[in-house]
């Protein structure tokens, strides 16, 4: 499909003035065609066009059938998608494939539990009219969609937490219109991947406003989106800087808003005596994927590795330099990360030694490094437990339980944190379980973080800064939770009633009713 390079407002395009292209990372230059930068009329329409589709959009009947079109017309992209999105991240085909079939997933991870509808949380209590001293009301309680949803994409997913990723997804499902803020990293996938929605909103008769596309790099347009006031939610994957400022931005409306935002995180990963003394080298080996999948360009990349001090630590150490050592050198999403990680790298290095550095790489690409330094310092300087987003770990040496626990004490919120130990570790180290336990969305016991299964139980969020709001999660099917809010209905007659409240269960929903949860229809 040729790229156009315009803006997409609701069923239509926005043309303009061309002023800008893509960045081949790996080429290290420029690519065609030139994109259009939206102004601020434009985003003022795409969410005026949200607003107007809302009505007809939150309780459409199709909706599941809409998300699993947008799934069959990414796919119908073909290679086209995969070698553009390539082309502008760096990111290898076979990485890109699976993120695709994981995007495609959401999608229909969604569209079947809108299907089911059990996911609107239906409560009903009935009413007790002779009840003393006062009567009971019929009250009856469910989830409702929040109105139009503005997403921004995330840089280091191009498609599985971009246009069509998670947010967009969840919102979609839960009845709220999207207006998408793509990313300036990836403007050609993001075009591509847009007319696949914007096709599939026509072919399953949605409102025209339910999905607009807007491209360019300005932070005012960014602003005007979250301060329209039509926004009613944002969702946001990147850094801590850009999070914060659509947070303060969202909470200095008139209405204030919420933002959902993914931010940083360190992820942490604790090495304890037993599982260092029987596995330290294979730990290590497992580590060095970890922080190095992808170049290190996961928000769920073990950025700090707090180790027990022990027999089994030199062997760990020296394993995991050597493969560090010899790692090639890699190619990051964009010019701005690839600044990011040298100066990261740069700053840690002034604070910790340097204990091994990878391959010298070509000109457009960094190189894997690993960083040694002790609790104190680690408890002295704020940097050292703050993301470097990229190929690179630092290992803390800890004498102790209680440096350990100072450690995890002293760090913000995370994403994940990660214990390698035995079952004698876990009961000898409970307490520092504990700890993290308050610190993050998600522990993970003798594996790595990086790979966020997609599913119900799944948690991806975590304690500021990981997140702007640790009560929910940006992956899984609780996803749609953020899109939605509760609602009641008191003493309103049958036939007013959503169908999910009515007596007679023609959804074959689970309800809470009466505090039993059931199926049954009521008499």
Known sequence: MPLHGQNLLGGERSAGRPTWKAWAPAQGKEVEPPFVDAGLAEADRAMELAAAAFPAYRRHPRIPDFLEAIGKEIVNLGNDLLERASLETALPIDRLTGERARTVNQLNMFAALVREGSWVDARIDRAIPDRKPLPKPDLRRMRVAIGPVVVFGASNFPLAFSVAGGDTASALAAGCPVVVKANKAHPGTSELVGEAIRKAAADTGMPAGVFSLIQGGNRELGARLVKHPAAKAVGFTGSLA???????AAAARPEPIPVYAEMGSVNPLFLLPGALAERGEAIAEGLKGSVTMGQGQFCTKPGVVLAADGPGLPAFTA????????????????KGIHSSYEAGTKEVGALAKAAAKGVDPAPTQVRAAVFETDAATFLKEKRLREEVFGPMTLVVKCGSLDDLLKAARAMEGNLTATLHGTSKDLADFAPLVSLLETKVGRLVFNGFPTGVEVCPSM???????????????????????????????????QEALPAELKNENARNIWRLVDGQLSKDSLK
């Open 459 to 493: 948690t991806h969020g975590g304690p500021w800064p990981a997140t702007s709001d640790a009560h929910f999660t940006s992956v899984g099917t609780a996803a749609i939770e953020r899109w939605a809010r509760p609602l009641s209905w008191q003493n309103f007659p």
């Open 319 to 334: 394993k995991l330099n050597a493969l560090m050592g010899a790692q090639p050198g890699g190619t990051l999403l964009h």
């Open 242 to 248: 850009g999070g914060k400022a659509l947070f303060d």
